[in-house]
């Protein structure tokens, strides 16, 4: 593998879309799932669940409110937001331009048996 695939910058690889929140796949694997969330102002995503995986925004640009549980969390560049599996989370409006790293392990999708899994 060249060095330059273990590097991306990732405000380079951000995408807008004028009618819904558009997601950018960085990273995938059965243990993992890194990717981007970018937001034009105004839009949001939906409160959901993941059950039996952990998530976690990053906010890279832009300022945005997230809803966790029951709260509702202002963020800005630099901000963590986590979510714990089962936990309902999502992101209540974009008040900027706004993109946000998202990582969840493990990745949605169908269960990884201990077969499957590397030791």
Request: charged share 20%; glycine share 8%.
């Amino acid at each position: 593998m060249e060095s330059r695939e273990f590097v991306q910058h990732l405000v380079d690889r951000a995408t807008f879309r004028p009618d819904a929140m558009a997601k950018v796949d960085c990273f995938r694997s059965h243990r993992l799932i890194v990717g981007l969330n970018c937001f034009e102002p105004g839009q949001s995503q939906a409160a959901h669940t993941h059950a039996g995986a952990d998530k976690f925004y990053v906010v890279l640009a832009g300022k945005a409110t997230f809803l966790v549980a029951d709260h509702e969390i202002a963020a800005g560049p630099g901000d963590l937001i986590t979510a714990p599996a089962g936990v309902p989370h999502g992101v209540a409006r974009a008040h900027e331009r706004t993109v946000v790293l998202m990582a969840m392990a493990p990745p949605p999708g169908p269960a990884v048996s201990a077969e499957t899994t590397p030791r």
